[in-house]
């Protein structure tokens, strides 16, 4: 069964960095757009980022714009979201999610997506 995992998530102080990791089985991540969402208690759920899969091009949200980065490794099939400077207004659970299609470019809107993972707790506070 196709399945998205993500890890690194973790209690950090504000101003501090945590790293996101992304891994799929039985989904080659290069291949399709995958994207970075995030929700916070008593909020709806909101595109943070995504990469696309035909030319690498990358999104981000207005609120996480030159603190977070998405990158991928093709070799480990990973795709890793950087967060840097962060705040206690980013502490939320962070969801990865994979579009379907091969080859597309990627949205911050949640119906191009439908392989989701289970979801990692960030949490900023001092």
């Known amino acids: 069964q196709l399945q998205l995992v993500e890890s690194g998530g973790g209690l950090v102080q504000p101003g501090g960095s945590l790293r996101l990791s992304c891994a799929a089985s039985r989904l080659t991540l290069n291949y399709h757009a995958i994207g970075w969402f995030r929700q916070a208690p008593g909020k709806e759920r909101e595109g943070v980022s995504c990469i696309s899969s035909t030319d690498g091009s990358t999104l981000y949200s207005d609120s996480v714009k030159g603190r977070f980065t998405v990158s991928r490794d093709t070799a480990k099939n990973t795709v890793y979201l950087q967060m840097n400077n962060l705040k206690p207004e980013d502490t939320a659970v962070y969801y990865c999610?994979?579009?379907?299609?091969?080859?597309?470019?990627?949205?911050?809107?949640?119906?191009?997506?439908?392989?989701w993972g289970q979801g990692t707790q960030v949490t900023v506070s001092s």
């Open positions: 999610a994979g579009d379907p299609i091969q080859f597309v470019r990627c949205v911050l809107h949640e119906p191009q997506y439908e392989y």
